[in-house]
T-cell receptor
């Protein structure tokens, strides 16, 4: 069965610092991969997605993610975080276009002023 | 587009009462998902529909929970009778047939006293 692991429950970075959130998945073939963000009191919003092609994917709000097949990873990055990036981030995987999405447990990002 | 609409946004009820949560998906989307989010268990998929037909209800916790989708523009999640452990935020999401991206509603925060 597919699974998604986000090893960091909480991460704290200073405003202006770079960010990397880790995500590993368990699936034999190349799945559909997603990063969603949830601000407090809000629903989830898609940041970016990977289906195929270029392994470096650009998303909204200045985020990017890189798919590494050899490491079964899809880490999320941002070169310089802003206080408004404080939120919970979910990595997710689906085996194909028509199947349900499996979400990770989430990583809560805290920003220090 | 108004996005996914959920009502009510907040619901407070007493144990034993019936609770009905409502969802209007984005027009033209043919899949609908119900999730539950708690601090302890994270984001859980309860059930999803394709073209108004339930495809996977393995996440529905017990018989007290039921979901319907009588037409393409409306779905309900009912809990009868409700219990304090049902307190959570319930999200509805919809998905077009052309992509695996899900669009989330703002959620309904349910408190069962």
């Amino acid at each position: 069965a597919q699974s998604v692991t986000q090893p960091d429950i909480h991460i704290t970075v200073s405003e202006g610092a770079s960010l990397e959130l880790r995500c590993n998945y368990s699936y034999g073939a190349t799945p559909y991969l997603f990063w969603y963000v949830q601000s407090p009191g809000q629903g989830l919003q898609l940041l970016l997605k990977y289906f195929s092609g270029d392994t470096l994917v650009q998303g909204i709000k200045g985020f990017e993610a890189e798919f590494k097949r050899s490491q079964s990873s899809f880490n999320l990055r941002k070169p310089s975080v802003h206080w408004s990036d404080a939120a919970e981030y979910f990595c997710a995987v689906a085996p194909n276009r028509d199947d349900k999405i499996i979400f990770g447990k989430g990583t809560r990002l805290h920003i220090l002023p | 587009d108004a996005g996914v609409i959920q009502s009510p946004r907040h619901e407070v009820t007493e144990m034993g009462q019936e609770v009905t949560l409502r969802c209007k998906p984005i027009s033209g989307h043919n899949s609908l998902f119900w999730y539950r989010q708690t601090m302890m268990r994270g984001l859980e998929l309860l059930i999803y529909f394709n073209n108004n037909v339930p495809i996977d209800d393995s996440g529905m916790p017990e018989d007290r929970f039921s979901a319907k989708m009588p037409n393409a523009s409306f779905s309900t999640l009912k809990i009868q009778p409700s219990e304090p452990r049902d307190s959570a935020v319930y999200f509805c999401a919809s998905r077009p047939g052309t992509t695996n991206e899900q669009f989330f509603g703002p959620g309904t925060r349910l408190t069962v006293l």
